[in-house]
């Protein structure tokens, strides 16, 4: 499985922008769908965005649509979420995780690294 650590996480003012990192470890990476998912307190973890091995197939959650956006670096071993006009709702515990195919099912995601905390304040 893919070791993965993200980064980037915050307290930032609602309207504003934070963009979260995941470094990934393992030769696997380059072909391996990505995706972000968030999780609140006392709530199920949420799909946010997904992105294909090769960066040209994207999937977004209705409630991020036109406000964040998925991308990956794979000479990096890096994917990324850019989050713009942010919100109080926001307000979670951010993971990326991996698939093996395109499209991949919530469910298909694992090899989650340990989170980093965004906090929208209003």
């Known amino acids: 499985q893919v070791q993965l650590l993200e980064s980037g996480g915050g307290l930032v003012q609602a309207g504003g922008s934070v963009r979260l990192s995941c470094a990934a470890a393992?030769?696997?990476?380059?072909?391996?769908?990505m995706g972000w998912f968030r999780q609140a307190p006392g709530q199920e973890r949420e799909f946010v965005a997904a992105?294909?091995?090769?960066?040209?197939?994207?999937r977004y959650a209705d409630s991020v649509k036109a406000r964040f956006t998925i991308y990956r670096d794979n000479a990096k071993n890096t994917v990324y979420l850019q989050m713009d006009s942010l919100k109080p709702e926001d307000t979670a515990v951010y993971y990326c995780?991996?698939?093996?195919?395109?499209?991949?099912?919530?469910?298909?995601?694992?090899?989650w690294g340990q989170g980093t905390q965004v906090t929208v304040s209003s």
């Open positions: 393992g030769r696997t990476f380059s072909t391996s769908v």
């Open positions: 995780g991996s698939a093996d195919w395109w499209p991949a099912r919530s469910a298909d995601f694992g090899s």
């Open positions: 992105i294909s091995w090769n960066g040209i197939s994207t």
